[in-house]
């Protein structure tokens, strides 16, 4: 079957339509006015019926059977708990206008289905089809309504076709999680083995050669990286499906700061690392996390600067004392104005050092979530060519 045209019959404007729609396909194949006017008195008695007590009615005309033999179809479906029977007021006029007339219920699932056939006169082929598909396609609406109501219908198909990428979306995020969970697991057993063992050879140094000892500590360096991106994959996935664990404790600042300093200028030993403190300041935080969040900062600051660069850390007490501000500050790079509010979103990477310097750009958007679970902001400020500032807040009690 051909469907040419389809009306949904939700009130009486349809009723209009489906009436006006019926005659113009009658006129459009070339059936006499006789005709065409008893095919659409048919549907229009029918749809009066549907509309009366439903409003869920959809009305198809199509045109079924094969060269030389068509026949036009009315069919009409609708759902109702009330109970219909063939011999209704509506349905039994429209019979007695067009004698194929079928009525089918099942459960309260009704249709109807009338059809007339086409003469051979009419020399209906599978071109005058396509023709008559095309003509309803491209018609004019018929009034205000119909063109509302068309627009709803593509407004409504455009609604389904994205709620429909967002579910493939969603899928695809929710597997994508499934894998870096899965995948950090994985690696932190085998990362944990290989520090195991680097750490025992180096314990047995003197036993081996200079060169084996360079080696061993090339080895250690990058087992510690694998194994800081393990983590940072593990972290993104806990706050995919959840959230970061916590264990705060009150910390005292400066000496916190000092010492986290002292130890990654052990791991930069070609950066000088000024600290420049504020009034002392006890934290509620953990440890750890904050640990990360220092060795984030000034990873990047080191990575996305020149060797042998300085780097300032200040710390200052805000004006209602409520709050301490923690500043990385480089003399690297930098990083466009546009570019700074996207860099603590997840996976974001700049451009420009995508292929220059490595990461998954996993670091910022951890480390923004860890200081917003303390409380506190996380910013930034830069200057491209001059070097970038990254500051963020935490709440505090001071001694
Ligand atoms: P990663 O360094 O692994 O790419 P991050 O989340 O730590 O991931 O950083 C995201 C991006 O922000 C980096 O790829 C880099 O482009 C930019 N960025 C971060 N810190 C700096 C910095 N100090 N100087 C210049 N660019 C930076």
């Given at each position: 079957m051909k469907e040419i045209i389809d009306i949904s019959l939700e009130n009486e404007m349809d009723l209009v339509l489906a009436h006006?729609?019926?005659?113009?396909?009658?006129e459009q194949l070339g059936l006499t006015v006789a005709t065409r006017t008893t095919f659409a008195t048919a549907v229009s008695e029918v749809a009066r019926t549907v509309i009366e007590?439903?409003?869920?009615?959809i009305l198809n005309i199509k045109i079924s059977g094969n060269f030389p033999r068509y026949s036009i179809h009315a069919i009409i479906v609708f759902n109702s708990?009330?109970?219909?029977?063939a011999t209704d007021e509506g349905f039994f006029y429209a019979k007695k206008l067009l004698p194929d007339f079928n009525f089918n219920a099942s459960g309260n699932s009704y249709t109807i289905d009338m059809g007339i056939g086409l003469p051979r006169s009419l020399k209906i082929d599978q071109q005058k089809?396509?023709?008559l598909k095309s003509f309803f396609n491209e018609v004019p609406p018929l009034n205000a309504y119909e063109e509302i109501k068309k627009k709803n219908n593509q407004l409504n198909i455009l609604t389904g076709e994205q709620e429909e990428e967002i579910k493939i979306r969603r899928d695809l995020d929710e597997k994508k999680s499934e894998f870096i969970s899965i995948a950090s697991h994985e690696l932190?057993?085998?990362i944990t083995v290989v520090k195991g063992y680097t750490q025992l050879l180096k314990l047995l140094k003197g036993q081996y050669s200079e060169k084996v000892g360079q080696v061993l500590e090339k080895l250690d360096v990058q087992a510690n990286k694998l194994s800081m991106l393990a983590q940072q994959l593990m972290d993104v996935s806990k706050m995919e499906n959840g959230y970061l664990q916590y264990d705060f404790v009150t910390i005292d600042l400066n000496s916190f700061i000092k010492e986290t300093?002292?130890?990654?200028?052990?791991?930069y030993p070609d950066t000088q690392i000024n600290i420049l403190f504020g009034q002392n300041c006890k934290v509620n935080g953990d440890q750890l996390r904050l640990e990360q969040v220092f060795t984030n900062l000034l990873g990047n600051a080191v990575k996305y600067s020149?060797?042998?660069?300085f780097i300032d850390v200040l710390t200052e007490l805000s004006e209602s004392k409520k709050e301490i501000r923690v500043t990385v500050k480089d003399h690297g790079m930098g990083i466009s104005k546009d570019e700074l509010d996207k860099i603590f979103n997840k996976f974001y990477r700049l451009e420009e050092v995508s292929k220059s310097h490595p990461g998954l750009g996993m670091g910022l958007y951890i480390t923004s979530k860890i200081v917003s679970d303390h409380g506190g902001k996380i910013w930034a400020e830069s200057v491209i060519g001059?070097?970038?500032?990254?500051?963020?807040?935490?709440?505090?009690h001071c001694l």
């Open positions: 006006r729609r019926s005659l113009q396909v009658g007590y439903t409003d869920n009615g708990d009330q109970l219909f029977k089809l396509s023709f932190k057993t085998p300093v002292s130890i990654l200028s052990g791991v020149q060797k042998g660069t001059e070097g970038s500032s990254f500051s963020f807040t935490i709440p505090v």
